[in-house]
């Protein structure tokens, strides 16, 4: 299968059949019914609840059963058939990432992703959402919305639902668009942008002795060896709300505020 033929497939303007290449005509239906069985499986579905499986999911399994083969060789059924058998959930989804890594899953610009996640993007928070999003959707994130998936749980720390993605799309517009009318809406929920640009440090033997620097919040020393947040005013705070006010750490400030909680100036990440 050629470069453009798998780029014709994955902005949907072809479906790419492997029963037909292969010589086993109803291998597309298996290997949709496998998809799903081993969602159920993973969901532990008792086969009320539909499952939906997107035609993307369907070549991941076809490229993990006939890497290494011509799409224009002939494979016996029972063969293919076995190798379906073997493929398991964590198979697909680690596929999912190769896939995210080899091609652009997008309609930006044909040589340029817009909503590219950074090189160094944390792999175990995009496992998770692809993982969650394969599960409940059947789908793999495009660019776009992987990137505001990931965006979302750096902030919220989970992996959102299609309508929160949805509504944090739409509050992210807003404050771009608008931000006066935002300020006006949500006088109280104008959350600090790039949070994920404030990245924790931790507290050395030297500075606590020199400094001995408390936390804007709960006004307990940050102690050594503990992570905390310094914001570009120079006020710190713990990292963790154990070490903290319970569920009230500054990033949870941060995703509704704007300004330091103590001397009230504006967080520019």
């Given amino acids: ?146 990137f505001l998936s990931y965006q979302y749980y750096i902030q919220e720390k989970k992996v959102g639902s299609l309508q929160e993605i949805s509504d944090y799309e739409l509050l992210l517009n807003e404050i771009e668009n608008d931000p006066e009318e935002f300020h006006n809406k949500h006088k109280l929920k104008i959350p600090t942008r790039n949070l994920l640009k404030l990245e924790y440090k931790i507290m050395s033997t030297e500075l606590f002795e020199k400094k001995q620097p408390g936390c804007g919040l709960c006004q307990c020393d940050i102690e050594p060896s503990q992570k905390y947040y310094e914001l570009p005013c120079g006020h710190c705070f713990h990292h963790s709300d154990n070490d903290c006010l319970e569920c009230a750490t500054i990033i949870f400030w941060l995703k509704n505020n704007k300004f330091c909680p103590i001397c009230k100036q504006e967080v520019i990440l």
Wanted: net charge positive; glycine share 4%.
């Fill in 1 to 146: 299968m050629s470069v453009y033929e798998e780029y014709r497939f994955i902005f949907g303007q072809i479906r790419y059949d492997i029963g037909d290449s292969y010589g086993v005509s109803n291998i597309y239906d298996k290997i949709k019914e496998h998809i799903k069985n081993l969602i159920k499986k993973e969901k532990d579905n008792n086969g009320n609840e539909r499952i939906f499986i997107n035609n993307m999911l369907i070549k991941i399994v076809s490229e993990l059963i006939t890497t290494g083969y011509s799409p224009y060789a002939y494979i016996s059924e029972e063969f293919m058939l076995d190798k379906l058998s073997q493929i398991t959930f964590e198979n697909i989804v680690h596929k999912g990432m190769q896939w995210l890594d080899r091609y652009k899953l997008c309609r930006c610009n044909i040589f340029l992703c817009f909503n590219k996640l950074e090189i160094n993007y944390n792999r175990d928070i995009v496992y998770k959402i692809i993982r969650k999003y394969i599960c409940d959707y059947g789908i793999v994130p495009t660019c776009k919305f992987l």
